[in-house]
């Protein structure tokens, strides 16, 4: 397994608002594709020590880059609050991780700056990542490059029900995916087939292979899932 650290200046997008509030720092926690793929269901969580710093980007999100229309903004308390909106897929850029078969474990914004730390099986997807990085006119990249991942020594998981920290539908898609060889060194099987097998779409099907993924990955970096 591969780790990258990743590290960017998103031109044109919103997260260049974060360089002008004083302490504002948003967390990604939950992408989707939808509408065919075209757009990106994106949650967020947004913090700052200044309440009113933080009042003041969430005016300014309504308008900023890649924000086509927030659906709900929850203010949880004076210094944090959680906003879902649209965004068009190509604007954001977690999922060239995840179209490179790469997991997100985490992904922040402050200061004007992108920050992503993602996991990999393969190194040649890592690389990809990078490559496919430099390219895109929109993005200055700043920083992408390895992470260690320490080998752990005691077992994945405890107790008697191994597969515990999934929910039914994401042990499922996994059994389907891995007996299909979607997960096998030279593919067999594509998200096509998985979602044909378990009778849902290609999101679907991808959203539950990625979270359980994404689970697991966790465990095994010993970060609660």
Do not use: Q
């Not at 659906?71 to 004076?78: A, E, F, Q, T």
């Amino acid at each position: 397994m591969l780790g990258l650290s990743i590290n960017v200046r998103h031109l044109g997008d919103w997260s260049a608002l974060t360089h002008g509030f004083n302490g504002v720092c948003v967390n990604g926690l939950y992408s989707h594709p939808v509408n065919h793929g075209e757009l990106s269901l994106e949650v967020i969580g947004i913090h700052s020590p200044h309440s009113t710093a933080l009042s003041g980007f969430l005016s300014s999100f309504r308008t900023g880059g890649n924000v086509l229309k927030v659906l709900y903004v929850n203010r949880v308390s004076r210094n944090y609050a959680e906003v879902i909106y649209l965004a068009p897929i190509g604007g954001v850029l977690k999922y060239i991780i995840t179209s490179n078969d790469g997991i997100v474990a985490e992904s922040r914004v402050m200061g004007g700056f992108k920050w992503f730390r993602a996991y990999f099986l393969d190194e040649k997807d890592a690389e990809g990542v990078c490559s496919e990085l430099k390219r895109r006119g929109s993005v200055e990249l700043i920083k992408c490059e390895p992470i260690k991942v320490a080998r752990r020594r005691e077992p994945l998981f405890r107790g008697s029900n191994a597969l515990g920290v999934l929910t039914e539908s994401e042990v499922k898609a996994l059994k389907v995916a891995y007996r299909l060889g979607y997960f096998s060194e030279v593919k067999t099987a594509n998200l096509s087939d998985v979602a044909r097998a378990l009778g849902v779409g290609r999101a679907t099907a991808n959203h539950h292979i990625r979270s359980a993924v994404r689970k697991i990955v966790k465990v095994y970096l010993n970060d609660s899932p």
